[in-house]
T-cell receptor
C-alpha cells in the first residue's frame, strides 16, 4: 500500500460546481498534512495546511479524519482558474522525516 | 522576498555528459530538498539537507547522482554520466522544518538525448 494515495482523476466539472477530493495515508502517527496545487509545467505551491479541527480559506475547505486516516479538500463555486493538479502531502511518522507527496488529483473546470 | 532560485531552467544534454543543477534556498531556511518529478513516478524525494549536512539520501537513485551543500545559500545536484532515463523535472525546495510546509523553486527541466 502506498504511504499516501489519491485518485488521479481527472475530475471534469462545470464552472460553479462543488468538487471534493480525498486522500488516504497509511501511517497513523502522521502529524502534519497539507494540500499543494501544481499547475501544468510549474512547481507545486502550498494551497493550505490541514488542521485537526478542519479549516477554511475562502472557497476551499480542508478536513482531517484521523480515525479513518484520510484528508479531504472541498472546492466550492469552481473557477476556470482552479484547473490544476492537487497534491496531498503528509508527514509520515515522527522525527525528522520529510513530507511525502501523493501523486495528485487532476481537476479540469470547464466553461 | 526572493523565493527558491534554481538554474538552469532548462538543460538539454547528450547521454554520458555531466549535468549540474543549482539551487539557492530561501534565506533563513535550514532545510533543503531535492526532488525529481516524472509522469510515471510522480514527485520523488532524492535527498535533503539540514544545516548543509545530508540527512536522508535514500532516494538518490544510484551512484551517478551526487548532491552537495557547501554553504547555507547554495546546493548542487550532479549527474555523471547522464542517461536518457534521467530526463525529468528536478525541483529544489526549502523549509524551516521537514515536517512543515516546503517552498519550491521553479524547477530545472532536464532532457538527456
Amino acid at each position: 500500500r502506498k504511504e499516501v494515495e489519491q485518485d488521479p482523476g481527472p475530475f471534469n466539472v462545470p464552472e460553479g460546481a462543488t468538487v471534493a477530493f480525498n486522500c488516504t495515508y497509511s501511517n497513523s502517527a502522521s502529524q502534519s498534512f497539507f494540500w499543494y496545487r501544481q499547475d501544468c509545467r510549474k512547481e507545486p505551491k502550498l494551497l493550505m495546511s490541514v488542521y485537526s479541527s478542519g479549516n477554511e480559506d475562502g472557497r476551499f475547505t480542508a478536513q482531517l479524519n484521523r480515525a479513518s486516516q484520510y484528508i479531504s479538500l472541498l472546492i466550492r463555486d469552481s473557477k476556470l482558474s482552479d484547473s490544476a493538479t492537487y497534491l496531498c502531502v503528509v508527514n509520515i511518522g515522527t522525527g525528522r522525516r520529510a513530507l511525502t507527496f501523493g501523486s495528485g488529483t487532476r481537476l479540469q473546470v470547464q466553461p | 522576498d526572493a523565493g527558491v532560485i534554481q538554474s538552469p531552467r532548462h538543460e538539454v544534454t547528450e547521454m554520458g555528459q555531466e549535468v549540474t543543477l543549482r539551487c539557492k534556498p530561501i534565506s533563513g531556511h535550514d532545510y533543503l530538498f531535492w526532488y525529481r518529478q516524472t509522469m510515471m513516478r510522480g514527485l520523488e524525494l532524492l535527498i535533503y539537507f539540514n544545516n548543509n549536512v545530508p540527512i536522508d539520501d535514500s532516494g538518490m537513485p544510484e551512484d551517478r547522482f551526487s548532491a552537495k551543500m557547501p554553504n547555507a545559500s547554495f546546493s548542487t545536484l550532479k549527474i555523471q554520466p547522464s542517461e536518457p532515463r534521467d530526463s525529468a523535472v528536478y525541483f529544489c525546495a526549502s523549509s524551516h522544518d521537514p515536517r512543515y510546509e516546503q517552498y519550491f523553486g521553479p524547477g530545472t527541466r532536464l532532457t538527456v538525448t
